[in-house]
């Protein structure tokens, strides 16, 4: 079984900054993508980021691109999600994810197999 901790989140004001870390144990992720989800309140769970099992490639959706960015140590089986510049909309919970199937198009949660308890990130105006 795996599991992932996640810690990192917080309230911040809008421009400024926070980085999400997710430690992953039971098993190492070297061949497996990772990633982050968000659900905003009233919302459905999205994608926000997802990097490859070596580090090699990363993708994220539209509203987050050039402002988070996504990172693993690998030595530490952890995962990290720096974001920059946020904004109110970024309010949500993030979870961590393992397992992620990457595809053509963008990972749904259908494509997640591990899971995070999650962590809450509040933007104030």
């Known amino acids: 079984q795996v599991q992932l901790v996640e810690s990192g989140g917080g309230l911040v004001q809008a421009g400024g900054s926070l980085r999400l870390s997710c430690v992953a144990s039971?098993?190492?992720?070297?061949?497996?993508?990772m990633g982050w989800f968000r659900q905003a309140p009233g919302k459905e769970r999205e994608f926000v980021a997802a990097i490859s099992w070596a580090g090699v490639s990363s993708y994220y959706t539209d509203s987050v691109k050039g402002r988070f960015t996504i990172s693993t140590d690998n030595a530490k089986n952890a995962m990290y999600l720096q974001m920059h510049s946020l904004r109110p909309e970024d309010r949500a919970v993030y979870y961590c994810?393992?397992?992620?199937?990457?595809?053509?198009?963008?990972?749904?949660?259908?494509?997640?197999?591990?899971w995070g308890q999650g962590s809450q990130v509040t933007v104030s105006a």
């Open positions: 994810v393992a397992d992620l199937r990457l595809g053509p198009g963008l990972p749904g949660i259908e494509d997640v197999k591990y």
């Open positions: 039971g098993r190492t992720f070297r061949s497996y993508a």
